[in-house]
């Protein structure tokens, strides 16, 4: 996440919304390479998986090379603090692209720790508060190694602390929280849907508060990500039904020879 704060300051937060779609896309390469999860590219499951990884991979070159003509929903003044800001953080579009990747990259390797961690620990909130509050201690130590000024590290009540406070309790605890008891009531593939609903309210919403400009390469990049994750999504969905059907053909079989045993 801080990979991600970093990498947001210096790109949009439309850009670096589309990076959250490649989180599964992520997860499912570190779990294909750890032997997690089986490819199959002889199913049509595994097929429609593949594919939309790399429309996935396909939607973020697009949004980050192709640029197009740019439209506003709302324009801001030339000298006002959200329009110096957006220009700013264009500076370093490169270093915040490399930022946004690694916590693509870590994100997903995330996943595949908890998998393996939930199967000796099956405390998912003790786990989650355990992360929250190891990510605070190395927050702060990284945080005293580059900028170590008083002033840095004043909080008041301003906008600043109500941001920390929404990040750290409804952004980060809370949301988990909720991602987990969706998943273990719908199953892991559904809490990600809606991972494009929140890219289109960001979109929106980006433009309309921070005056910031909407190019039709990110518009188009955007569409292709979403196109490629509901494939993956329809692939992963499709195989967790083969394997649920599977497994109860193979639970009815062990029932039947058990009856016939009996008899």
Same mark, same amino acid.
């Given at each position: 996440?801080?990979?991600?704060?970093?990498?947001?300051?210096?790109?949009?937060?439309?850009?670096?919304?589309?990076?959250?779609?490649?989180?599964?896309? &992520?997860?499912?390469?570190? &779990?294909?390479?750890?032997?997690?999860?089986?490819?199959?590219?002889?199913?049509?499951?595994?097929?429609? !998986?593949?594919? $939309?990884?790399?429309?996935?991979?396909?939607?973020?070159?697009?949004?980050?090379?192709?640029?197009?003509?740019?439209?506003?929903?709302?324009?801001?003044?030339?000298? /006002?603090?959200?329009? =110096? =800001?957006?220009?700013?953080?264009?500076? =370093?579009?490169v270093r915040g692209n490399l930022l946004l990747t690694?916590?693509?990259?870590? #994100?997903?390797?995330?996943?595949?720790?908890?998998?393996?961690?939930? !199967?000796?620990? *099956?405390? +998912?909130?003790?786990?989650? #508060?355990?992360?929250?509050?190891?990510?605070?201690?190395?927050?702060?130590?990284?945080?005293?190694?580059?900028?170590?000024? +008083?002033?840095?590290? +004043?909080? $008041?009540?301003?906008?600043?602390?109500?941001?920390?406070?929404?990040?750290?309790?409804?952004?980060?605890?809370?949301?988990?929280?909720?991602?987990?008891?969706?998943?273990?009531?719908?199953? *892991?593939?559904?809490?990600?849907?809606f991972i494009p609903l929140s890219q289109i309210l960001?979109?929106?919403?980006? /433009?309309?508060?921070?005056?910031?400009?909407? +190019?039709?390469?990110?518009?188009? $990049? #955007?569409?292709?990500?979403? @196109?490629?994750?509901?494939?993956?999504?329809? $692939?992963?969905? #499709?195989?967790? !039904?083969?394997?649920?059907?599977?497994?109860?053909?193979?639970?009815?079989?062990?029932?039947?020879?058990?009856? @016939?045993?009996? @008899?």
């Amino acid at each position: 996440m801080g990979l991600y704060a970093y990498g947001l300051r210096d790109t949009t937060a439309t850009y670096g919304t589309n990076f959250f779609n490649l989180v599964p896309i &992520s997860a499912f390469l570190f &779990s294909t390479l750890a032997g997690i999860e089986n490819l199959g590219l002889n199913t049509r499951a595994g097929k429609l !998986k593949a594919m $939309g990884a790399i429309v996935c991979v396909a939607g973020v070159l697009i949004a980050s090379l192709c640029d197009g003509k740019a439209f506003h929903i709302r324009h801001l003044s030339p000298h /006002s603090r959200w329009a =110096h =800001h957006a220009k700013s953080s264009k500076d =370093h579009w490169v270093r915040g692209n490399l930022l946004l990747t690694g916590f693509c990259l870590s #994100m997903g390797a995330w996943f595949i720790v908890q998998v393996k961690l939930l !199967k000796v620990f *099956p405390f +998912k909130y003790c786990a989650i #508060m355990l992360t929250c509050v190891i990510a605070t201690i190395q927050a702060t130590v990284i945080g005293v190694c580059v900028d170590r000024s +008083k002033d840095a590290w +004043k909080l $008041g009540w301003n906008l600043e602390l109500l941001t920390i406070v929404y990040s750290g309790a409804l952004n980060t605890a809370a949301s988990f929280c909720l991602m987990a008891c969706a998943s273990a009531i719908r199953g *892991p593939t559904y809490p990600p849907i809606f991972i494009p609903l929140s890219q289109i309210l960001v979109t929106i919403l980006e /433009s309309v508060i921070f005056g910031e400009e909407i +190019k039709l390469g990110i518009v188009l $990049g #955007m569409i292709v990500i979403i @196109i490629g994750l509901y494939s993956f999504l329809w $692939g992963k969905n #499709m195989e967790m !039904k083969r394997d649920s059907l599977d497994q109860n053909i193979a639970s009815s079989s062990m029932r039947s020879e058990g009856s @016939i045993t009996i @008899i």
